[in-house]
């Protein structure tokens, strides 16, 4: 008898959430990363690191237009993670999977607009984090 595993989810990247997005890409300018030009007026902006991870950036404004109960954190993280599934399947299954194991979740699996399946979760400190796939 052979068991089939899911695939485990891959960390694709790391996302910040910003007040003025043409401050915060001055500030990881500096540190190095290379951010098209262009992309302080976006409301979404990447950055490819070498290796394949990449950095996002997104306004408050991308934020609630998908979560309308999104605030401005107090005192927390601006920074979120979010990992890569193997498919839509694969986010619903990987969220259930959580939410069944105790952790709370924030915004159930959804076809995103912007082409991909996506769903929060928080993690035990409360930071939220993002699990997607693109659509088949």
Do not use: N
């Not at 989810?9 to 030009?37: C, H, K, N």
């Not at 290796?51 to 999104?70: I, K, N, Q, Y």
């Not at 979010?82 to 999977?97: G, Q």
């Amino acid at each position: 008898m052979t068991t089939e595993r899911t695939p485990v989810p891959q960390l694709d990247a790391i996302g910040i959430v910003v007040a003025d997005m043409a401050a915060s890409l001055a500030f990881y300018r500096r540190l190095g990363l290379e951010i098209p030009d262009g992309a302080e007026s976006a409301p979404h902006a990447e950055a490819i690191l070498p290796g394949g991870m990449r950095v996002l950036w997104d306004t408050e404004d991308v934020m609630r237009s998908f979560d309308p109960e999104w605030t401005r954190p107090r005192g927390g993280d601006r920074i979120g993670l979010a990992f890569r599934c193997a498919d839509p399947a694969a986010v619903d299954a990987t969220y259930e999977a959580l939410v069944s194991a105790g952790h709370r979740g924030h915004l159930k699996p959804w076809d995103a607009v912007w082409g991909q399946r996506y769903a929060v979760v928080l993690d035990p400190d409360g930071c939220g984090v993002s699990l997607f796939a693109d659509a088949s």
